[in-house]
């Protein structure tokens, strides 16, 4: 059986005591991927981050120009944590934080850039109605022309019939190695967006 990662009382109950931990890589390296689409973004973009949870990838990307973030998770010690985050490194909070399930966003905008850093991993515990229940919320939420990043473990994550975006691997992260003899694995970057209208 899968962790209970898609569960709230699971997260509430590690980040009691979880200060900082980062899913898959660091959050500078998560810079180095994200770059080239940043560059391309108006330093004003809205942009939402999904799970945040204990990383600090918002801090990284407020440190980049970006400040009209989103950070969203939905246990709210997150939340309580994120804020304090920035105030640690900037001295004042500029961000938004908000207490929301990704599988059932209401929000009142739309993002040309979603971000996620291992936050569908832990919804797809929940099996493959949870991934496109998060994937339906994600894309009524992408502006036209819009991109959704998601940093992930599997090779297969968005390999689901009746996806509503458009899905591909962007880039391979080759994972480092503690003996020459290990296998070859990656994370994955994909690249989601509606799809185009003359495509199936």
């Known amino acids: 059986m899968p962790p209970d990662f898609d569960q709230q009382s699971y997260w509430h109950t590690r980040f009691e005591s979880e200060k900082a931990f980062e899913w898959l890589m660091p959050s500078a390296r998560v810079m180095e991927v994200l770059s080239p689409q940043l560059q391309s973004l108006p330093r004003d973009s809205a942009i939402l981050h999904l799970g945040f949870g ?7 990307l407020r440190g980049a120009g970006f400040t009209n973030i989103t950070n969203l ?8 944590r994120g804020r ?9 909070v500029r961000m938004e934080y908000l207490v929301a ?4 966003l209401h929000l009142p905008c739309k993002f040309p850039l979603v971000i996620d850093k291992c936050a ?3 919804i797809a515990c929940g099996g493959e109605h949870a991934v496109l229940s998060v994937a339906r919320s994600v894309a009524k939420h992408l502006a036209p022309g819009g991109i959704w990043l ?10 689901i019939k009746g996806l509503p975006l458009e899905a591909e691997v962007l880039t391979k992260l080759p994972i480092p190695k503690a003996r020459p003899t290990d296998p070859d694995l990656y994370h994955y970057c994909y690249i989601l967006r509606h799809r185009h209208p003359a495509r199936p």
């Open 54 to 60: 204990t990383s600090d990838l918002q801090n990284h």
């Open 73 to 80: 998770d939905f246990e709210p010690i997150a939340i309580d």
């Open 84 to 92: 304090r985050l920035e105030q640690q490194a900037f001295g004042d």
């Open 101 to 104: 399930d990704a599988t059932q």
């Open 120 to 122: 569908a991993d832990a």
């Open 150 to 159: 998601s940093l992930s473990y599997s090779a297969s994550r968005f390999q």
